[in-house]
């Protein structure tokens, strides 16, 4: 039996149809959207881009400095360090003293990322090692040797062990790097400035035993000795000093331990 008109129609555009597809979808262009290896480039880079979990290095300190400070969890701590890939010449580490000072213009330069954190303790700069992505800095800086830990009220003793596994760990991950720390400076505080005139010595002597480290003074900066208070009119508060000190330190970093800012 003879198909009819309307049958024949449908069996010409089965047979032409897959060649007018073909044809169009030839003489299309492809764009770089449409290409599966584009989107999959993408869709790393976004995820490249994203902050993981939150990681912490273990370590024993943990045990006398808890609770973490939880500020490193925040976007702008962890969010924005564990992203940062561009390998850098120095690293800052530390608390307030460091986290004041980079937001100073001029004082961080391209070839510096600080991953201070306000009210960190030495437990916490440890803990928080896994956000830096740098693989072979030339310099770490370490600000402040403790100063949080003194205000926590931690033991000497642990204290000490603090500043000793947070070099040990440093060394670890950094083992060309020369590591740097600030003492802990003069405060308005009396109980601190007290405190402070022995650990920083003990401190110190840890630091200044390993191999490829310096250490800041910063009493000289603020013109005081002993356990005499900063001038007032270079703080900000009880604690914290001012921009004229921030960039002093850093000058002392620069001429005093040979710390690069490029």
Avoid at 90 to 101: A, L, N
Wanted: proline share 7%.
């Amino acid at each position: 039996m003879k198909p009819g008109r309307k049958a024949m129609a449908v069996l010409l555009v089965g047979l032409l149809l897959p060649g007018i597809t073909h044809c169009q979808a030839k003489s299309e262009p492809q764009t770089p959207l449409a290409n599966p290896d584009v989107w999959t480039m993408g869709a790393v880079l976004y995820l490249a881009s994203q902050p993981g979990p939150v990681q912490y290095l273990a370590s024993d300190c943990t045990q006398w400095s808890e609770p973490l400070n939880p500020a490193y969890e925040k976007d702008s701590n962890w969010g924005s360090f564990s992203t940062d890939h561009k390998q850098y010449t120095t690293i800052i580490i530390g608390d307030s003293t460091m986290d004041y000072s980079d937001n100073y213009s001029g004082f961080l330069t391209p070839g510096v990322q600080s991953v201070a954190i306000g009210g960190n303790t030495l437990c916490d700069m440890l803990t928080q090692i896994p956000a830096i992505n740098t693989q072979s800095p030339q310099h770490v800086v370490v600000s402040s040797a403790g100063g949080n830990d003194i205000l926590r009220g931690i033991s000497r003793t642990n204290m000490y062990s603090s500043a000793s596994l947070l070099m040990d760990a440093l060394r670890n991950r950094f083992p060309n790097a020369q590591i740097t720390v600030v003492d802990v400076h003069p405060t308005l505080l009396s109980s601190l400035n007290s405190e402070k005139e022995v650990t920083n010595p003990d401190i110190k002597s840890d630091v200044l035993g390993r191999s490829n480290t310096c250490w800041i003074e910063t009493a000289p900066i603020f013109g005081v000795t002993g356990s005499d208070p900063a001038p007032a009119n270079l703080m900000l508060d009880n604690i914290h000093y001012n921009s004229t000190v921030s960039f002093q330190i850093k000058d002392a970093l620069i001429n005093d331990c040979g710390v690069a800012f490029p």
